[in-house]
DNA sequence: CTTTGGATCGTCT
DNA sequence: GACGATCCAAAGG
């Protein structure tokens, strides 16, 4: 399989708001090791103006890194059991982030498969915030980490267990994102249910259920 | 294919 | 003490 190739993103493109920053990361690629997935559905979420937002009522140690600089991973678990990922935007001292909700499983999908079992189809894999977690890894000890930091010489193999070591990056393979992408109301949420911040790559067999 | 309910624990009330 | 930015297996059509 060839490695995926591509270049790291202009920090400055994560300045934004979170809902114009959304639809632009779709068709971007997350690495971690061995294992890369195509992002192709996403939700902004717009931190203190936010009702459904970690950030709304403010800073916590949860939500730290949303307040953070942008383009680093902010790492949050929920319903006892799950971890999900989303990638800081808005300059530092702003909360605002945009979930990462379902990746193109692009490599690695062995090591995908092992560490998700309840996967039927490939495209089971990450169709999901906390599938692709669980198939890349993610977890507690990612949270802060800089999405955008310079690639060091590979420290080692990427094995199916510790990944807490592998780096994870944001790369752009230069495939833009979808002209018009699909465009809906958020998912999984009670409250500020009816804006329409949930953006996917229309047609993709990875986008969630 | 769709619907339903259980699992499970950190975070905030 | 309640409730999640969820997933999955099981049951029903």
Redesign the pocket.
Known sequence: MTPVRGSALERADLLGDPVDVAPWLLNKILVRGDRAGRIVEV?A?RGESDA????F?GL????AVMYGPPGHL?VY??????W?A?VVCWPEGRAG?V?IRALSPLEGLGAMRAV?P??RRDR?LCN????LCQALGITKDDDGVDLLAPLRRRRGRDTVGATASVPIRLIDDRTPPPARPGRGTR????VATEVPWRFWVRGDESV?R
């Open positions: 939700e979420y459904a937002s970690h950030a009522r916590r140690p949860r939500n902010y678990f929920t319903y006892g059991m799950h999900c989303n982030a979930l998700r309840a996967a089971d999901g915030p906390a599938k998912i999984g949420i009670s969630s």
